[in-house]
């Protein structure tokens, strides 16, 4: 609680019993004092809960905004940490994938090295295949 709805509060208390004993003793001047005074403290107990909200508005919206700065960092983080695991990944697999081709290209010319009439055989039969492919139609 704030001083202006503490001191609003106490005028609205203070006109009232002013109207009320202006009522009493039948003085009208001192009726119309009391509810003035009555008017300013509800008016002042009105502007000290607004300032109230205000406050608590504004320390909502911080919290609010700290929260989210922070849930964005969090998801770049994580954006970041995923996107280096899937780098990383990538790069082993690439690095499988040549290491497999290696193995693979060693293995077929060590057969074809094994085997060179037969791998000759099948250049020729391939190298005709291509060319009588690619000739000219009469």
Not at 100 to 127: F, K, P, Q, S
């Amino acid at each position: 609680m704030n001083s202006d709805r503490l001191e609003g509060g106490i005028r609205h208390l203070r006109g009232r019993v002013k109207t009320a004993t202006g009522a009493l003793r039948g003085a009208p001047g001192r009726q119309a004092e009391g509810a003035f005074d009555q008017a300013a403290g509800a008016a002042q107990y009105a502007y000290g809960r607004a300032r109230e909200t205000a406050h608590d508005l504004r320390r909502e919206g911080e919290h609010l905004y700290e929260e989210g700065r922070d849930r964005a960092r969090a998801l770049a983080d994580e954006a970041r940490s995923r996107g280096e695991a899937f780098a990383d990944e990538a790069y082993e697999r690439g690095r499988h994938v040549r290491s497999r081709a290696v193995h693979h290209g060693r293995d077929i010319a060590r057969r074809a090295d094994d085997n060179r009439t037969t791998t000759l055989a099948l250049v020729a039969a391939v190298a005709f295949g291509i060319g009588w492919l690619a000739r000219p139609n009469r």
